[in-house]
C-alpha cells in the first residue's frame, strides 16, 4: 500500500464532515432508524443502487426524496403503474416536421437520483427497462446510446409481494441493486417524535442542501481509492462461496454480489474516517448486500428459514481474517 494510491486525511475529513451533514438531515425525516440511513448513504458513494422493501407508510419514498434535497441533485420521479409502458422511463424520439428529424426528449431516468415509487407495481417489461441504465449508466433508445448523468442512484421502493397488485422483481434486476434495505416500524419512542414533528407540516421542508451532486461524484472517486488487502477480498469471496454451497439455498450470491460488497465496505471504511477496509466493514453490510440475490430452497423455506438466517450461519462459519493481514 502507497500514501500515493490512498485518500488523504484530508480527503477523508471532507467526507466524514460532509456525510455527518447528509446523515442529520435524513435522520429528521426517518427518526430511530440509523442503520438504514447509513447504508443509504454509504450505496451512494458506492455507486451502487438501493431497493426499499417494506409495507406502505413507513417512510421509503421520504426518505429518498430527503436524499436527493440534501445533495440538491437533479431529480427523476418515476410513480410505476400496471401500465407505465419502457418509453414512459427512458423517454422517446419526436418527429419534428418543420426539421425534418427526429429529436430524443429525455425521460425522467436522465437524473442524479431517481426515485421509482412502488417499483414493483409494474409490469416485468417495464421494469426490465431498468437493467441497463443501472449497470452501465446510459440508455438505448431507437438505436442510439445516451449517457446518464454522474452520479447516478436508483433509489426504488416497492411493498411485499403479497401486496395486492404487485409483480415480483426478476432475479436479474434484484442484483441489480446493491443492498435492499428493509426500514420497518419505528418504536414508540421515535414515531411519537415524528408525530411531534410533523403536526402541521411537511418534514421535507426542514431538509436542507449540504452539498451537490459535482461534490459527491468526487466522494465516489475518492472512494475507489480506498485501500482493500487480499485478505478482506478472499474474506468477501469466501462469503459469497458459502452461500453458493449451502443446502439451504436455491440460488446463491453473483460474482456482482462479490464486487458489490467489496464497494460498499469501502464506502463504510470511508465513512469511518480509515483509508483502508476492515472485515468490520464487509459484515456490516453483509445482510444488506446479500439477503436480497439468495433464494430459499424448498426445505429451507418449510424448515422456516429467512435469507438473512442463512446469511446469520455464513457470518459464523467463515473464518475471519488476521487483523494484522486485513489493513
Not at 442524479?112 to 415509487?117: A, C, E, F, L, Y
Not at 456490516?284 to 446469520?312: F, M
Amino acid at each position: 500500500m502507497t500514501t500515493t494510491q490512498v485518500p488523504s486525511t484530508q480527503e477523508l475529513w471532507e467526507i466524514t464532515t460532509t456525510c455527518d451533514g447528509i446523515r442529520e438531515q435524513l435522520s429528521g425525516v426517518l427518526s430511530g432508524k440509523p442503520e438504514v440511513v447509513l447504508t443509504t448513504i454509504a450505496v451512494m458513494l458506492a455507486e451502487g443502487h438501493i431497493l426499499l422493501e417494506d409495507v406502505p407508510g413507513v417512510g421509503k419514498t421520504t426518505l429518498a426524496k430527503a436524499l436527493a434535497r440534501a445533495i440538491d441533485g437533479r431529480v427523476g420521479r418515476i410513480q410505476f403503474t400496471p401500465d407505465l409502458l419502457p418509453s414512459d422511463l427512458t423517454g422517446v424520439s419526436i418527429y419534428r416536421a418543420q426539421q425534418h428529424e427526429f429529436e430524443f426528449r429525455p425521460g425522467p431516468i436522465f437524473a442524479s437520483i431517481v426515485i421509482g415509487d412502488e417499483i414493483n407495481r409494474a409490469s416485468p417489461k417495464t421494469q426490465s427497462a431498468l437493467l441497463q441504465c443501472m449497470e452501465e449508466g446510459q440508455v438505448t433508445v431507437d438505436g442510439r446510446t445516451y449517457s446518464l448523468p454522474r452520479p447516478f442512484l436508483v433509489v426504488a421502493t416497492q411493498n411485499p409481494v403479497e401486496m395486492e397488485g404487485t409483480y415480483p422483481l426478476p432475479e436479474a434486476q434484484r442484483d441489480r441493486f446493491m443492498a435492499c434495505l428493509s426500514v420497518g416500524y419505528p418504536t414508540a419512542e421515535a414515531e411519537l417524535e415524528m408525530l411531534e414533528r410533523r403536526e402541521g407540516r411537511d418534514p421535507l421542508d426542514s431538509v436542507q442542501k449540504v452539498t451537490d451532486a459535482a461534490t459527491i461524484e468526487r466522494f465516489v472517486q475518492t472512494v475507489h481509492r480506498i485501500h482493500a488487502a487480499t485478505a478482506v477480498k478472499r474474506y468477501i469471496l469466501d462469503l459469497v462461496a458459502a452461500t453458493r454451497s449451502t443446502p439451504a439455498l436455491r440460488l446463491g450470491a453473483s460474482p456482482r454480489a462479490s464486487v458489490q460488497l467489496l464497494r460498499a465496505a469501502k464506502a463504510v471504511a470511508a465513512l469511518s474516517g480509515r483509508e483502508y477496509v476492515i472485515p468490520d466493514d464487509v459484515q456490516l453490510l453483509a445482510h444488506p448486500v446479500l439477503c436480497h440475490r439468495l433464494i430459499l430452497s424448498p426445505q429451507a423455506r418449510a424448515g422456516g428459514q429467512t435469507t438473512a438466517s442463512v446469511v446469520d450461519d455464513v457470518l459464523a462459519s467463515v473464518p475471519v481474517p488476521n487483523p494484522h493481514h486485513a489493513s
